[in-house]
């Protein structure tokens, strides 16, 4: 991480945020929120999935989207992949991260990309290999992005012991990094300091960040345990968009918003320009007008002299 | 605390919840409320205000609603009192706890109560003699609410030495206890643990509980941080009623039901029915309709599999 912040903080609003909205965003919109919220500060956007169009639509233009973050100086470029050929379409693209869906629950792992977790992981290592035999420069980090890790809504439960077990087999494949994601909102601040540690003592600095959401409002809740635990990134959403929230008013995806207020509160900087970053609010209003947007902050204005912990230029 | 539970949690709805609704909730509502409650297992209630009626026509009833929550056993029954009128009119009512408010802000303490901070502790400690000259069974515990502790609307930060020295005060003047309120919805995870070792170290024991709002989503963030450093007491109201709430869809104080599903998800012992309590939620919409309820475990239901720590009855 460079030394500048303590936190990173990675925007994946136009990848998750995106892919269930009602309204899809045109192609000029994503660039517009990709190049503001870098000019915000933030240092990785995961910008679009590498999915067939004919079911997430939305994504159809993930290619021109990667292509337009690419000019963006400074910026990480991430695209998350389902399988070998969406991961594929990612390094054509020429992606730099590239994060790799993987379930820990097997009844989620099948309805959602038809592979029982160790099949998933045997794919992975395909695309591993396929990245080593691409030259030096075109070869983006891989994250194996752990999903269902707290818990399903298909199974409940999931065994802590069957977590390390695929955060290991991740690394083993070729993964650079293993994020831990709260798929369904499950996750509580205890598991989360339990999980974290488990997995860190399996596999060290390999385990990369946590993907939380705020389904039972536990979101931020779940941030400072993982903050104990010595997590530094986390993936949250502009507005909260995205993480299936499958109820009026419960939402998915952690709220970047209120996520940067609180850790720059708390005296953690995220190199994010707090000013910036609620002006791009409307880039959603105007982009995909009608989706509900989530967070406090937004509401409720910073309060009176607030201090961020990065220094606001 | 009782022996079978690990966290108090003190219901303040009733008072602090339904003094800026606009529907006014009949005397019949409030009672069944409040039996509700402590049929779902909460052991302590905030049941009302004692304050003119000009001022908040809503407490009107106090007396009555006093009277109904002290025939049900084992409740523990806690009211707020602005001023000694106040406290003499809880007194007489026959209140088991009494919290004075006390504001740690010059400006807000004059805004609220027309008396300076230093006013206020010479009223409390009044209050506090008078107490002492009741019969023994009729002298509440009194606690000393200090309030905006961690930030002020009009004052900007609020000093922490302040904080201390009124705590301190507060346990001169006669106080038993002395709880720290986040009335503005000011505070961060970091600011929670540093003020909560700091008032631990001057007073002790007489440090209560947590009185947190949600106004920028940091609520149960705080929670799990005051959790930390071993407060065992926390106050939120049903629906996340209350508390100031100062812009559409800000919430003020923390939600109890996702206060609870939080601490039972982690292991604490609440004592509290999760599923009597999310029922309770029928009584609001009953009782003040059209009155805006926050919360996401309400909406998104438990855990699949969920586990309370508390066993339920």
Redesign the interface.
């Known amino acids: 991480m460079n030394k500048d912040i303590d936190i990173l903080i990675s925007e994946v609003g136009p990848r998750d945020g995106l892919q269930n909205t009602k309204v899809f965003m045109s192609t000029e919109y994503k660039k517009k929120w990709i190049s503001a919220a870098a000019a915000a500060g933030l240092r990785e956007i995961e910008v679009c999935s590498f999915v067939p169009p004919k079911l997430i639509p939305q994504m159809a233009d993930a290619a021109e989207v990667v292509a337009h973050a690419l000019t963006i100086p400074g910026l990480n470029v991430a695209a998350l992949a389902p399988n070998f050929r969406g991961a594929q379409g990612a390094m054509e693209a020429g992606v730099q991260k590239l994060t790799l869906t993987i379930s820990v629950s097997k009844a989620h792992s099948l309805a959602n990309v038809r592979m029982t977790p160790d099949e998933a992981i045997a794919s992975a290592k395909k695309i591993c290999e396929f990245r080593d035999s691409l030259p030096k420069d075109k070869r983006p980090v891989i994250e194996s992005g752990l999903s269902t890790v707290f818990?399903?809504?298909?199974?409940?439960?999931v065994s802590e012991d069957e977590v390390v077990r695929m955060a290991v087999a991740s690394v083993e494949a070729g993964c650079d990094e293993v994020g831990l994601a709260d798929t369904?909102?499950?996750a509580?601040?205890?598991?989360i300091r339990r999980v974290f540690k488990k997995v860190r003592a399996a596999i060290g600095d390999r385990l990369s960040g946590a993907h939380l959401h705020?389904?039972?409002?536990?979101g931020?809740?779940n941030?400072?345990?993982a903050l104990?635990v010595g997590v530094t990134t986390f993936d949250s959403s502009l507005g909260g968009l995205g993480g299936c929230p499958?109820?009026?008013?419960?939402?998915g995806n952690i709220?970047t918003e209120?996520l940067v207020?609180?850790l720059e509160?708390?005296?953690l900087r995220t190199g994010i320009n707090m000013e910036k970053l609620l002006a791009m609010r409307s880039i959603l209003e105007e982009g995909i007008p009608g989706e509900p947007l989530y967070?406090?902050?937004p509401?409720?204005g910073v309060?009176?002299?607030f201090v961020p912990a990065t220094p606001q230029q």
């Open positions: 818990g399903c809504t298909l199974e409940g439960a369904t909102g499950y509580n601040p205890e598991q705020n389904t039972r409002g536990l931020l809740a941030v400072v345990a104990e499958f109820a009026p008013g419960a939402s709220v209120d207020f609180m509160s708390m005296g967070g406090y902050v509401l409720a309060t009176k002299g």
